[in-house]
């Protein structure tokens, strides 16, 4: 069978800080091309519609894979399976990934027959069962583990056998120089585990994976780097180097390889501080750029988003990233009932430290347990605004004042970081990335007001709402079961290797 991959285009923050390639749906493409079948992928972060149904016409693939992680693209990914069963009826949409995962029954009904079929859980070995399914008979789709039809519901999605066996098709993407995170221009991206044992409440991570974590022998982490062309690197991981012994593995099988790159990470605070002559040692590899999802800066905030971190760890960490000479970027949850003084505090603190400042907005999205404590009270279920850019609960403030205030305390970061004073700092690795042909990392500096405006962002609130997102139905009254939130079903071994690791932090 002919098969055409597709990745959704990008959303509010891909047009200024980073624009990742599209891994998720590699790992897909390489899966089914390794069952045999003719596979093209197309990602919508770096070409556009038009680009897409010309594909479409010239390939005239037998079926189109979409990849959704991301909530706020279920419009474009309903609309583009509707126009494309129009313009030829027998090709196979089907549609997974993380958030489709948690909206698979509506990403059905809005369809309206133009979406075949929902895959929930990892689809590198559901995609070729799914495809052998519609070639030899499609009305069994709804039998297959994962899938969700019209017709039915199969049994629940499984564990993919072993995270060893995935290679994700690189070699499918037409430009990868358009792949950036920062000053790493061009960056590739590579998964070294999969999972997160802890259980913040605003995450989504966590209930995917039913809680559990794998990792990927360190031999076959380091083969996939080998085969990566590109200096700059992502590492994917929700969080990084959980375990030491995995990282310390992964370090000794570069070193004999003698691979240089340039790293970029994201993990926990007291991960950081647990292993700290592990990250050391990464930085002697070549780690320059760490995210820690900081989330608060005060005890109430941390313990409402149930990271289980004490406030004085998180402050620890930054300090132990600064004297290894690491860049360190976090992230602030922003919460619809902040003030102007609440903001201000914010402000201050962001001027305060050296490090990369964001403010998110809290978005309780399907899938997190704030999905259901918190859904009743959203002010839209436009799933266009669901990407932590946008207020979906009820502000304190007025709308148009949160979002000047919510802009305002975001100029921090480009007035620290971006226009005159970034391009003043880092004049040499700019014109040195111009020379090369790159161009994302010096275009990012001067992005922000053009994107970050609150007159763009009050604006979409007012624009035709054609699908809406169904709200849950709960009891005010019950507490949270999380095991009615997993995508994968837990087991006891991962139970227990869990609470060994969160102990452990």
Sequence with gaps: MKVLCVHPSGLMYTEIFLRLEPLGVELVAAAVRRAGHDTRLLDLQAATHRDYF???????????????????????????????????????????????????????????????????????????????????????????????????????????????????????????????????DPAASIEFSRGCPWDCSFCSAWTFYGRSYRKVNPEICAEDLASIREQGVFIVDDVAFIQAEHGNAIADAIERRGLKKRYYLETRGDVLLRNKELFVRWKKLGLEYMFLGLEAIDAEGLKAFRKRVPLGKNFEALEYARSLGIMVAVNII????????????????????????????????????????????????????????????????????????????????????????????????????????????????????????????????????????????????????????????????????????TRET
């Design 54 to 184: 010309r594909l479409l016409d010239d390939f005239r693939p037998d079926a189109v894979l979409f990849g959704m992680n991301y909530l706020a693209n279920v419009p474009e990914v309903v609309d583009l399976c509707k126009e494309t069963k129009a313009r030829h009826p027998r090709i196979l949409t089907c549609v997974g990934g993380h958030s489709a995962s948690f909206t698979a029954r509506e990403l059905l009904a809005h369809a309206e027959g133009s979406i075949d079929c929902v895959v929930r859980g990892e689809g590198e070995e559901a995609a070729p069962r799914v495809l052998d399914a519609w070639r030899d008979d499609p009305k069994s789709l709804h039998l297959l583990d994962g899938v969700i039809t019209l017709d039915g519901e199969g049994p629940p999605p499984k564990q993919i056998h072993s995270l060893d066996d995935l290679r994700p098709a690189r070699d499918l993407l037409p430009n990868r120089k358009k792949y950036f995170i920062g000053v790493l």
């Design 334 to 501: 922003a919460d619809p009932d902040w003030d102007e003084a609440r903001f201000q505090v914010i402000r201050e603190w962001a001027l305060s430290v050296p490090e990369i400042v964001n403010i998110s907005v809290n978005t309780p999205y399907p899938g997190t347990e704030t999905f259901l404590t918190d859904a009743r009270t959203f002010t839209t279920r436009d799933y266009r605004l669901f990407d932590i850019q946008h207020a979906v609960l009820p502000t304190k403030l007025p709308l148009r004042r949160f979002y000047e205030e919510l802009v305002k305390t975001q100029q921090v970061l480009n007035k620290k970081h971006l226009g005159i004073a970034a391009l003043k700092a880092t004049a040499a690795i700019s014109a040195r990335l111009l020379l090369q042909g790159q161009t994302n990392f010096v275009k990012m500096l001067w992005k922000f007001n053009s994107v970050y405006d609150p007159r763009r962002q009050l604006s979409d609130h007012a624009q035709p709402v054609k699908y809406e997102m169904k709200l849950p139905v709960v009891s005010p009254t019950k507490k949270v079961d999380p095991r009615k939130l997993y995508v994968l079903p837990p087991n006891s071994k991962a139970a227990q290797a869990n609470a060994l690791i």
